[in-house]
T-cell receptor, first 113, second 111 residues
């Protein structure tokens, strides 16, 4: 599992509330990613990080923000959750600079009611 | 951007037969390609990768073929086993940061 944990694993929240998902890795990899997975779509990149305090947007970044204050933690925040953000969220790490292999966490299932 | 598609959303094979799962991509600048396996309720699991300077790469019971001319890659699984039942995705990138995933092929192995 490449030492990746995600918390919480399941969450139900109401529309308009803020939500923060956490990704934690134990191997000090530089690159970390947040994806969402929805039926009929492949995994879609939300944001990624290439170091502490270095982040960039992916293809579906609207409505999401991220922070990385420590190498081991990458946080994804939904400032004001909407029903369209109901999804399964996966965190991933990349294991090297020239090596693009990604390893994924177990996922967080988020339901916005 | 990039568009990644899989040719079949579902595939059923008999145990012991070979499986072939296909993927097409749109951006000729893509230079790195990965296949993932995802079991129900779990995160995607890395299977095998290939760079654009290769056209074939083999792993344990799996082979990835890349045809850059037609922007197509395939995953071949030899002697398919019940434990191979899962959803299989391809992913492509040319930067190592922006990855684009296909929607997945659900493989069912019939005992």
């Amino acid at each position: 599992d490449a030492g990746i944990t995600q918390s919480p694993r399941h969450k139900v929240t109401e529309t308009g509330t803020p939500v923060t998902l956490r990704c934690h890795q134990t191997e000090n990899h530089r690159y970390m990613y947040w994806y969402r997975q929805d039926p009929g779509h492949g995994l879609r990149l939300i944001h990624y990080s290439y170091g502490v305090k270095d982040t960039d947007k992916g293809e579906v970044s609207d409505g999401y923000s991220v922070s990385r204050s420590k190498t081991e933690d990458f946080l994804l925040t939904l400032e004001s959750a909407t029903s369209s953000q109901t999804s399964v969220y996966f965190c991933a790490i990349r294991t090297g600079l020239a090596d693009y292999e990604q390893y994924f966490g177990p996922g967080t299932r988020l339901t916005v009611t | 951007g990039e568009s990644v598609g899989l040719h079949l959303p579902t595939l059923s094979v008999q145990e012991g037969d070979n499986s072939i799962i296909n993927c097409a991509y749109s951006n000729s600048a893509s230079d790195y390609f990965i296949w993932y396996k995802q079991e129900s309720g779990k995160g995607p699991q890395f299977i095998i990768d290939i760079r654009s300077n290769m056209d074939k790469r083999q792993g344990q019971r799996v082979t990835v073929l890349l045809n850059k001319t037609v922007k197509h890659l395939s995953l071949q699984i030899a002697a398919t086993q019940p434990g191979d039942s899962a959803v299989y995705f391809c992913a492509v990138t040319n930067t190592g940061n922006q990855f684009y995933f296909g929607t997945g092929t659900s493989l069912t192995v019939i005992p």
